[in-house]
């Protein structure tokens, strides 16, 4: 089975920043891996994600990671946080079979930007 | 514009009722999910469903129950057998086979015991 593990559950970081949210996964197949966003009591938007290709992927807000298979890992990251980055953020891989496809996603990580 | 609305936003269950939370989307998704969200917990999968008239238990479906009569919808009951029914739960579409397709969710019911 699949599994999705983000280090550090909060991050503080100072606006202007840089943001670096951590995401390792382990998947007996080749992965397909998000980033998801969520801002309070409000469900999750799509960040970025990777599939096949390029490593390197970019997405919304200013937000890239980068698909490292020889270290099971998909970290986030934004050159320079801003107020409106203020949220929760989680890491999924896609976990899929004879019985569909669903996601396991990490516990999370809350990031607090400060002025 | 294509999504999914849940409702209501915010709902409160007595000791030994029975809720219903409701999704609906408009999206043409044929699967559909529902997650619990728990502090510190990340997203747990509930029921999801591939195809009408059809549904899998996910990891943490005791409790639980769902139907799936339409395309476009997919009710989750909490039932009185749910101890701990106090969480954020999500509701989520995608389209099925297709393992590199995200999910998009809609904004969540919070429930509450009185």
């Known amino acids: 089975a699949q599994s999705v593990t983000q280090l550090g559950s909060h991050v503080s970081v100072s606006e202007g920043a840089l943001v670096l949210l951590r995401c390792n996964y382990s998947s007996s197949v080749p992965p397909y891996l998000f980033w998801y966003v969520q801002y309070p009591n409000q469900g999750l938007q799509l960040l970025l994600k990777y599939t096949t290709g390029a490593t390197l992927v970019k997405g919304i807000n200013g937000f890239e990671a980068e698909f490292k298979k020889s270290e099971t890992s998909f970290h986030l990251t934004k050159p320079s946080a801003h107020m409106s980055d203020a949220a929760e953020y989680f890491c999924?891989?896609?976990?899929?079979?004879?019985?569909?496809?669903?996601?396991?996603f990490g516990g999370g990580t809350r990031v607090l930007v400060k002025p | 514009d294509g999504g999914i609305t849940q409702s209501p936003k915010y709902l409160f269950r007595k000791e030994g009722q029975n809720v219903t939370l409701s999704c609906e989307q408009n999206l043409n998704h044929d699967a559909m999910y529902w997650y619990r969200q728990d502090p510190g917990q990340g997203l747990r999968l509930i029921y999801y469903?591939?195809?009408?008239?059809?549904?899998q238990k996910g990891d943490i479906a005791e409790g639980y129950s769902v139907s799936r009569e339409k395309k476009e919808s997919f009710p989750l009951t909490v039932t009185s057998a749910q101890k701990n029914p106090t969480a954020f739960y999500l509701c989520?579409?995608?389209?099925?086979?297709?393992?590199?397709?995200?999910?998009?969710f809609g904004d969540g019911t919070r429930l509450s015991i009185l």
């Open positions: 999924a891989v896609s976990d899929y079979g004879a019985a569909g496809n669903k996601l396991t």
């Open positions: 469903s591939q195809i009408v008239n059809d549904f």
């Open positions: 989520a579409s995608s389209i099925p086979g297709q393992p590199n397709q995200p999910q998009h």
